[in-house]
Every structure is written in structure tokens, then in C-alpha cells.
């Protein structure tokens, strides 16, 4: 099976997810863990990847697209840019750009004419950046977009942080791996209605207050860490109505896996509507509670 897509998008800015293997750990250095997990995240919401400086999802037709805040295709719902800084063209699923003016950057080179710069096929993936805005093709199912940031974006200057639930050491719990033999296909739907296979090696198994709960994971047999997705009975009240994310890490040389839910995340939707976040299978959503990680940020 191919590696799972969304995988590797949220994976972005995000290395410091991992959760530390020890089976036991004092209160003292779970805290100093979690709280420079945490300050990691906050410096990544801060960062040009962030996806708080997301102000635009377009979607490419085939042909043309013009580009800019005026009468164009493409409408830039931002202040102090061009009426029009190019087209965007969308052809045999490759896509082109001309700029119509100076001062465009093809990954740090200036462009003056019609170029070619997004090609999945041969992993050329382009980055194009006009003044403070940067943007990049994505593809989505059959469908590709310009994501488009603003390093400039008003929702960056002001970022406070993110609140979260008080770090407690119960909700970091002993889980083990089962595999599925063979690797299992999970279907996952985004927040635009697109469905995805995924790959799933296994699941993990854990006990709080003694009763039995798993969650499905996204991973290929030989990866090093599992993604997770899961809602819970704080979903849609104290945290994110599509859930949360964890990253765990996988030893090989043993099935017993460390789940720390002080270190459950929001998706990339909690901070923009230009995000198309997968949700938690029907099997991950938890009849449970868990009051660790972060909560809603309460905009989107």
C-alpha cells in the first residue's frame, strides 16, 4: 500500500509530537516533557508553515486561472496586493504559472514568464511567493488547489497561544500494538467530504478506569510511528468537534506503546477554514472523556 497522504501532511512542523518510550516517568519530568512539547507546537503556530497564515484555498479549473484581489479568478481576500499578479494554468495534471508583473519568485528565483511549477508525477512541487504571500499546489483526490498564506496574516501577529488541559500524568497510559495481518485499509473522510484509503498495520489497546477502549492507527507496517486520530466525549464542547491528533512512537522489540493524551493536538481546521482536515473513522471516536492535550481555539 502507498504511504498514507495524510500522514505526511500533518506530519509538517510537527517533529516534536513524538512521545517518549520509558515505561515510567516521575511527575516532574513528564511535566518538563510535555510542557517543551507543547512550547514546540506554540513556536511552530508562530512559524511560515504555520496554518495560521493560511488566507485562501482555490481550486484549479482546467485551462486558465487568473490570480489577484480584482476581477479575476482567483480573488486574494487580502489588502495592499496587485489586482492581478498572474494566471494559473492547469493542464494534463501539471500546472503552469505566468506572472503579469515584477517581483514573482519561483523558489527564490525570480519568473518572467509562463513556467512550470507544480508536476506530482515527477515530485517537482513549486513554492511561489509575491511580496509577504507564499503559496504552493496541492492535489486532493482528482482536484488541485493554490494554498495561499500571508506572513503578514493578522491571525499570526496576534497569536496568544493555544490553551490546553492541566498536564496530568494519568492520561499517560501503558497501550499495546496488535497488528493486522494483513494491513488494513481505513477509509477516511476530510472536512470537504473527500474519502481516502489509508493504511492501517494495527491498532492500540488501552485500559482507563478499567474499561477497554482501541483506536485505529495510520501507519505502514514498517513505520516508526503512528498517527492517530480520535474524537472523545469532550469533542464539539472543551476540544475540537473533528477531534484530535497524536504521534506515537512504535518499538519494534516489543508491543507495549506509551499513549501521552497530554500531548493530543488540534488539526490544521482549528486554526483555518482553508484546511481540508481528515476526521476520526466511526471506530476512533471514544466514549470517553479525556480532559489532556489541547482544547478548542475556538475560531473555526
Known amino acids: 500500500m502507498k504511504r498514507i497522504l495524510i500522514y505526511t501532511i500533518i506530519l509538517v512542523g510537527l517533529a516534536s509530537c513524538k512521545s517518549s518510550q520509558e515505561s515510567e516517568i516521575s511527575a516532574e519530568a513528564h511535566l518538563e516533557e510535555?510542557?517543551?512539547?507543547?512550547?514546540?507546537?506554540?513556536?511552530?503556530?508562530?512559524?511560515?508553515?504555520?496554518?495560521?497564515?493560511?488566507?485562501g484555498l482555490h481550486w484549479l479549473e482546467y485551462g486558465t486561472n487568473s490570480f489577484g484581489t480584482g476581477d479575476v479568478d482567483l480573488k486574494i481576500h487580502a489588502q495592499d496586493f496587485p489586482e492581478e499578479i498572474g494566471s494559473f494554468t492547469l493542464v494534463n495534471d501539471k500546472v503552469y504559472f505566468e506572472p503579469v508583473l515584477e517581483g514573482v519568485l519561483l523558489d527564490g528565483n525570480k519568473i518572467q514568464e509562463n513556467i512550470l511549477v507544480f508536476d506530482l508525477a515527477n515530485g517537482f512541487d513549486g513554492h511561489m511567493e509575491f511580496m509577504s504571500l507564499h503559496w504552493n499546489i496541492i492535489?486532493?483526490?482528482?482536484?488541485?488547489?493554490?494554498?495561499?498564506?500571508?506572513?503578514?496574516?493578522?491571525?499570526?501577529?496576534?497569536?496568544?497561544?493555544?490553551?490546553?488541559?492541566?498536564?496530568?500524568?494519568?492520561?499517560?497510559?501503558?497501550?499495546?500494538?496488535?497488528?493486522?495481518?494483513?494491513?488494513?485499509?481505513?477509509?477516511?473522510?476530510?472536512?470537504?467530504?473527500?474519502?481516502?484509503?489509508?493504511?492501517?498495520?494495527?491498532?492500540?489497546?488501552?485500559?482507563?478506569?478499567?474499561?477497554?477502549?482501541?483506536?485505529?492507527?495510520?501507519?505502514?507496517?514498517?513505520?516508526?510511528?503512528?498517527?492517530?486520530?480520535?474524537?472523545?466525549?469532550?469533542?464539539?464542547?472543551?476540544?475540537?468537534?473533528?477531534?484530535?491528533?497524536?504521534?506515537?512512537?512504535?518499538?519494534?522489540?516489543?508491543?507495549?506503546?506509551?499513549?501521552?493524551?497530554?500531548?493530543?493536538?488540534?488539526?490544521?481546521?482549528?486554526?483555518?477554514?482553508?484546511?481540508?482536515?481528515?476526521?476520526?473513522?466511526?471506530?476512533?471516536?471514544?466514549d470517553l472523556a479525556i480532559t489532556a492535550g489541547q482544547r478548542d481555539f475556538g475560531k473555526h
Not at 510535555?34 to 504555520?50: A, G, P, T, Y
Request: aromatic letters at 12%; a negative charge.
Open 139 to 286: 492535489k486532493r483526490g482528482d482536484g488541485f488547489a493554490v494554498r495561499l498564506r500571508d506572513l503578514n496574516a493578522k491571525d499570526v501577529l496576534e497569536f496568544e497561544g493555544v490553551d490546553r488541559f492541566p498536564v496530568d500524568l494519568k492520561w499517560r497510559v501503558k497501550a499495546k500494538f496488535i497488528s493486522y495481518e494483513p494491513v488494513k485499509e481505513v477509509l477516511i473522510t476530510n472536512v470537504v467530504g473527500q474519502v481516502t484509503p489509508n493504511a492501517s498495520s494495527g491498532y492500540v489497546e488501552f485500559e482507563i478506569e478499567g474499561k477497554q477502549y482501541r483506536i485505529d492507527a495510520l501507519a505502514n507496517p514498517d513505520d516508526l510511528e503512528l498517527f492517530l486520530m480520535f474524537a472523545d466525549n469532550t469533542s464539539g464542547d472543551q476540544t475540537y468537534g473533528g477531534g484530535r491528533y497524536m504521534y506515537v512512537d512504535r518499538d519494534f522489540s516489543t508491543d507495549e506503546i506509551i499513549l501521552d493524551f497530554n500531548k493530543a493536538y488540534n488539526p490544521p481546521c482549528v486554526y483555518t477554514s482553508y484546511a481540508t482536515c481528515p476526521l476520526p473513522p466511526r471506530q476512533n471516536v471514544l
Open 34 to 55: 510535555v510542557n517543551s512539547w507543547h512550547q514546540s507546537q506554540m513556536e511552530f503556530l508562530r512559524s511560515d508553515e504555520s496554518w495560521l497564515n493560511l488566507i
